[in-house]
């Protein structure tokens, strides 16, 4: 018997988009060969990828790799003044268009959205503390209609699902708010992206009992370690999101202190079918790509073995 799960990685650990400076000169071929080498079998979407859904299928076939997901940028937290709610998602149905077409063509069932607005996260100079929080119940009641209505629309015109990415610096970044947002939205029209990263960076010590309380919203996992002490000094001196990342607050699996070990045989008993991920934004000057990467696949790969 065998578990079925693919494991992918996301190019953050040859170069990353929000800081270019890390691994920036890194051709996106690099990263694509040595993860077909390691035993990838996806990459997940970042900057340097071709934009259409033939040319991104073209040049991931060059690898032998699959089209893992990719991150939009959703802005529906936020409704202009005298904007209705049908009219912010209507904007969104309209700007998320290219993107979901091309996921669709490479034959993705998930989109990673990421909130962004009003997120501080790509702000190298605002502390990841200064992040935005809705001030009453019915500006998250308000919010979760907006994303249920625009879930829905991803499912039935494009037969991909949303799965919502908590995020540091973003409107749901704790483990409360990823209890109101899941509690507020319709479980079949809104889904979960679970970061073990994020989740404990966020504010969950043990990241394994809030993937329990949401494993069955679940659809799509990012496996990002952390290195606990870094994290309590980006909490306690104020540090940005990016200065974080600069600073080694995540590394891959089996380099921190989450238990994978647990954090999966949760995910297997539950049922979950999908992508593990790798996902570990770091300096690859300080923490060589190659390296990490195969070190955080045969953590994932060595786990999944055993769980079968």
Request: glycine residues 10%; contains cysteine; charged residues 20%.
């Amino acid at each position: 018997m065998t578990w079925n799960v693919r494991i992918g990685i996301n190019p953050l650990s040859w170069m990353n988009d929000d800081l270019p400076s890390l691994g920036g000169e890194t051709p996106l071929e690099t990263a694509l060969r040595e993860g077909k080498e390691i035993g990838y079998e996806g990459f997940e979407l970042g900057n340097k990828f071709p934009k259409d859904g033939p040319g991104l299928k073209a040049k991931l076939d060059e690898f032998g790799l699959a089209c893992v997901s990719g991150w939009y940028s959703g802005f529906l937290a936020e409704v202009a003044p005298g904007q209705s709610n049908a009219d912010a998602v209507a904007a969104e149905i309209t700007r998320c268009q290219e993107h979901l077409r091309k996921l669709q063509y490479n034959g993705v069932n998930v989109v990673v959205y990421g909130e962004c607005a009003g997120t501080v996260q790509g702000q190298i100079d605002t502390p990841v503390n200064k992040r935005p929080q809705f001030q009453s119940e019915a500006l998250w009641q308000a919010y979760a209609q907006r994303l249920n209505a625009f879930g829905e629309h991803l499912l039935t015109t494009y037969g991909i699902r949303l799965a919502y990415h908590h995020h540091m610096g973003a409107y749901v970044e704790s483990p409360s708010d990823v209890d109101h947002l899941m509690a507020l939205t319709d479980p079949t029209k809104v889904f979960l992206l679970f970061d073990t990263g994020h989740a404990y960076f966020g504010g969950a010590s043990d990241p394994v009992a809030l993937l329990k309380k949401h494993v069955q919203r679940v659809v799509h996992v990012h496996c990002k370690d952390v290195r606990t002490p870094v994290i309590a000094q980006a909490r306690n001196e104020g540090w940005s999101f990016l200065n974080g990342v600069i600073n080694g607050t995540f590394t891959v699996p089996g380099d921190g202190s989450i238990d994978y070990a647990q954090a999966l045989k949760v995910l297997r008993d539950a049922g979950y079918e999908g992508w593990l991920v790798v996902e570990a934004e770091q300096d690859p000057a300080v923490a060589p790509s190659y390296q990490y990467a195969k070190k955080g696949f045969e953590t994932l790969s060595g786990l999944v073995r055993s769980l079968a």
